[in-house]
């Protein structure tokens, strides 16, 4: 039996939105410069994860 769950629910860090031309939809951001180590844990995490994955 198959469960269906939103990425949410699966722990999702990257989603993607699917975007078609002329669909009028933005999403406004800030960009902020993270410390090496902050970037260096997320790194390792997501190795970690497609390693178990596998």
């Known amino acids: ?3 269906n769950t939103t990425s949410a629910e699966q722990g999702c860090l ?3 939105v699917v975007r078609h031309a002329g669909d009028g939809w933005n ?3 800030e960009s ?5 180590s902050l970037l260096d ?7 970690d994860a497609l390693a ?3």
Do not use: P, V
């Open 41 to 47: 844990r997320d790194a390792r995490t997501i190795k």
């Open 27 to 29: 999403i406004t951001t």
């Open 1 to 3: 039996m198959t469960q």
């Open 52 to 54: 178990s994955a596998g």
């Open 32 to 36: 902020k410069e993270r410390e090496r």
């Open 14 to 16: 990257f989603c993607a």
